[in-house]
């Protein structure tokens, strides 16, 4: 077989094998298989068909892997976004290729090449998270790790350190291939024995799961929308009183006490604080649960634009504390560069209102009468959960655990939730609670569904202590904007 065709072959299947390790499928193991087989493409060639080699490798990952983004903003929009990000990981493949053929290695990568591989491979996942439009973070190595044992590095150095040591388990699985093709049956031998070394050394990490500071009761409920994509804001009031039925059946199951009610992104489309109707349905709402509620709406009253917000709503009828989506969504809840983009997609048409970006952290102070004290919670929303400064910056301040409220109707239902929604640090393909190992917290998702309205009561550890990695972030600058 022609080695051109082989390499295509590596590259393009890698990316389609790739994919398959993160959820839907979740086959963890696959994506060391998927980098292994990058490392064998990019073996014997130039820079630029480095690039372009990778290139391929990621546009095959990413169209299978964002395909909720067909549902939401359409087909052209969809495949433009998996090509532009698939330049940026190509920018991987370039740097690999030059590092291979650089004086250090000579083209025979040496025992400690597959540490040159991760430290690029983080470099190239940090770019991508930055720029441009405030970054792209979905796809993440680590976040396929969630059931690995590698998972656990994230206690100490978050998704660059993960993605870091997967990275290079996945070299030296590459390598070992490749010396066993050239006969340096050593390092073909001893090259696997140390990657599985660190695969398994996550197990040694040492994390508390305990609460420290007790439990917090959260009825969490997800109420049913009738339709599907961007269209399903135009059933506001009908999904209200889906998530206020979904209260009170939640309440009738008698959970016993609950702390706090939550309801998730856009679950009020028309701002209670303005609208008779809502403020009615929400402030029965938190009565019959006997606890404030944390619910997702749209506060229309900037002139140039709108706040996807989130209030905690008190039973009295009243707004205690709020929080603004500080990262709106490109593309989805505001469009960039909208007269080039309208060219190709009137899919753009659908944003009329563009959402702003908010200030302050992801946080909400909640007062908790059994615990007679204020509970400090972080509330990213939706997409938010995938930017590592939002989350540290809710940590910084107080958060003892994380509450995602999120609106999977503008997804497609059968990738939404576990896919686009999903990709947080690490762990987010899980409904129930979860624990976030690289910031101690435990985290629990709500959101919009096409799926039959229900309620769940969860008790949640508190906890207050930081992470070796939060306590670096917390003495690192806090914004790359």
């Not at 792209?136 to 998972?151: E, K, L, N």
């Not at 590095?153 to 070992?176: E, I, M, Q, R, S």
Request: net charge negative; hydrophobic share 45%.
């Amino acid at each position: 077989m022609p080695r051109v065709l082989i390499t295509l072959l590596l590259a393009v299947g890698g990316g389609l094998v790739l994919n398959a390790g993160f959820p839907d499928l979740g086959w963890w193991p696959l994506v060391y298989a998927a980098l292994a087989m990058l490392w064998l493409a990019l073996r014997e060639t130039t820079v630029w068909r480095g690039f372009l080699l990778t290139w391929l490798f990621s546009i095959a990952f990413l169209l299978p892997h964002l395909t909720w983004a067909d549902a939401s903003v359409g087909k052209v929009p969809w495949v433009a976004l998996s090509i532009a990000e698939g330049a940026f990981m190509a920018l991987f493949g370039a740097a690999w290729v030059c590092v291979r053929r650089s004086p250090l290695m000579s083209g025979r990568p040496p025992w400690w090449s597959p540490l040159a591989f991760g430290l690029l491979w983080v470099g190239m996942e940090q770019l991508r998270s930055l720029i441009p439009f405030g970054g792209f973070p979905w796809g993440r190595i680590a976040y396929s790790q969630v059931d690995a044992p590698i998972a656990r590095f994230a206690w100490l150095g978050g998704v660059p350190l993960t993605a870091f040591v997967v990275a290079v388990v996945a070299g030296c699985l590459g390598l070992a291939i490749e010396a066993a093709l050239t006969r340096r049956l050593v390092l073909a031998g001893a090259a696997p024995i140390v990657g599985a070394v660190l695969l398994i050394g996550g197990l040694f990490v040492p994390i508390d799961t305990q609460a420290q500071d007790g439990t917090l009761r959260v009825g969490a409920v997800q109420g049913n929308v009738p339709n599907t994509g961007l269209d399903a804001f135009s059933q506001a009031r009908e999904v209200t009183k889906n998530h206020h039925d979904g209260t009170l059946a939640l309440v009738e199951s008698d959970p016993g006490p609950i702390d706090l009610l939550l309801w998730p992104e856009n679950s009020s489309d028309y701002d209670p604080r303005a609208d008779e109707e809502s403020e009615a349905l929400v402030t029965a709402s938190a009565q019959a649960a006997g606890a404030p509620l944390l619910l997702g709406t749209n506060d229309y009253s900037p002139e140039d634009g709108r706040y996807n917000t989130m209030l905690l709503w008190s039973q009295a009828g009243s707004v205690i504390d709020s929080y603004n989506k500080q990262r709106p969504a490109p593309f989805a809840e505001y469009i960039p560069i909208r007269d080039f983009v309208s060219r190709f997609s009137d899919a753009v048409d659908l944003v009329q209102t563009e959402v702003l970006p908010g200030t302050g952290s992801a946080t909400i102070d909640v007062p908790v009468a059994a615990l007679n004290r204020v509970v400090t919670v972080g509330t990213p929303i939706c997409f938010e959960i995938a930017y590592d400064a939002i989350i540290t910056d809710a940590i910084a301040e107080g958060a003892e655990a994380l509450l995602v409220p999120t609106n999977n109707a503008s997804l497609r239902p059968d990738r939404g939730v576990h896919a686009a929604v999903a990709d947080d640090a690490p762990g987010g393909h899980h409904h129930g609670p979860r624990r976030n190992p690289d910031l101690d917290r435990w985290r629990l998702r709500s959101g919009d569904t096409e799926r039959q309205a229900r309620g769940v009561d969860r008790a949640l550890h508190r906890r207050s202590g930081f992470t070796p990695r939060c306590r670096f972030a917390r003495r690192s600058p806090r914004r790359w904007d």
